[in-house]
């Protein structure tokens, strides 16, 4: 693989984890001033420092660095032919971005500095951030590699770049806090880019632009960039990645809301380390209201082959719920288990009367016993 420019230093780096049976461990991605120790099956985490990412800055003493044309500060750097967003330093030196009126997938970038750990490139990244007075509501993610062609003509041409999205922030509810900290795993978006990484990889963050989810934002907001690190990850055994979701939903504390879904939407998880012997898959979720009426779960395998499981909850008269699942009972040539998803409320196969509602997962795990 070549992952371009590489970097050698490298400090310990902390995050959260939730520990289950079988070796299992469910990383959140949540809101926090500072990012806790690992624990238990995530093992090693390791925070790779780019040469030149933390030297000392000196404080801008010349007015115009401080003025809305600045395009670059402390390694972010505005995406081309973007007018949309302003970079500058505040009073204590911090990286501020205001923007207003953003059009459709403006972004910002940074450097992402890939390296190797005991042997393991880098496959996670930490972002940290304050969400000023909660006025962003989406931001997406994505790895940009390199230059991919010249799109449009004239004064309307651009370069696009290979690129792939790794994960999306959203505020579900206004925060005490404006910290926000998210570790995000980007092994697979590693994969996809394979050659398309000659001059490293940047980190792009398109900060209420991204014209999928134009509905949630009002295209205004600042916000305070405080750092990026790379991180190298040993998961334990089925490791659960944190969940992903698609437009329709909110996560927020492990509780899904929605309302007014798309069919087939739906929020996912990748598994790390698959140990066949724990062929049963364990779900325990809370129905809020008894709201939720079905839960579709779709087990799939490294070569896309699925395990495909329903759930009538309107058969339940009980919110608080444990169910366990023998993934080979509903296919037995699955083989290596690589994610799991649920589909709550969005299969147009079944009949659903209300697609709104809310559901908390107490936990999801596998294990190599029955209950």
Not at 34 to 48: M, R
Not at 76 to 95: A, F, P, T
């Amino acid at each position: 693989m070549s992952i371009g420019k590489v970097s050698g230093k490298r400090k310990v780096a902390t995050s959260v984890t939730i520990a289950a049976v079988c070796g299992l461990s469910i990383l959140f991605m949540d809101n926090y001033d500072t990012i806790e120790g690992f624990t238990n099956n995530v093992v090693n985490s390791t925070s790779l420092v780019k040469s030149d990412s933390h030297t000392n800055i000196d404080k801008l003493k010349n007015t115009s660095d401080t003025s809305n044309t600045i395009s670059k500060v402390k390694e972010w750097n505005i995406g081309e032919k973007s007018n949309d967003y302003n970079l500058s330093y505040n009073e204590n030196n911090e990286v501020l971005l205001k923007f207003s009126n953003t059009q459709n997938n403006t972004y910002i970038t940074k450097e992402v500095p890939l390296s190797y750990v005991d042997g393991e490139l880098t496959n996670s990244l930490s972002l940290k951030f304050k969400n000023i007075n909660n006025s962003i509501s989406q931001i997406s993610f994505y790895l940009q590699g390199d230059e991919k062609m010249l799109v449009g003509s004239g004064d309307n041409q651009y370069m696009e770049y290979f690129e792939e999205k790794i994960g999306d922030y959203k505020l579900e509810n206004s925060n005490k806090s404006d910290a926000i900290n998210m570790t995000i795993d980007i092994e697979e978006s590693l994969k996809e880019l394979e050659g398309h990484m000659t001059n490293g990889v940047r980190l792009a963050m398109r900060v209420e632009s991204d014209s999928d989810y134009q509905d949630l934002y009002d295209r205004q907001g600042e916000m305070i960039l405080e750092s990026v690190e790379a991180l190298s990850i040993k998961y334990g055994e089925n490791t659960l990645t944190p969940w992903a979701y698609t437009n329709g939903y909110n996560i927020n504390n492990n509780v899904v809301t929605y309302e007014n879904l798309n069919d087939f939407e739906n929020i996912s998880s990748e598994v790390k380390n698959y140990n066949p012997r724990c062929r049963y898959f364990n779900l325990e979720i809370k129905n809020i209201d008894n709201s939720v009426e079905n839960i579709v779960i779709n087990v799939y395998g490294k070569n896309n082959e699925v395990a495909n499981i329903n759930i009538d909850l309107t058969k339940k008269s009980k919110t608080d719920l444990s169910f366990q699942y023998d993934i080979l009972e509903y296919n037995n040539k699955l083989g290596n288990i690589e994610k799991v998803e649920l589909l709550v409320d969005s299969n147009p196969y079944n009949t659903i009367t209300n697609r709104s509602g809310q559901l908390e997962i107490v936990s999801a795990y596998f294990s190599s016993f029955e209950k």
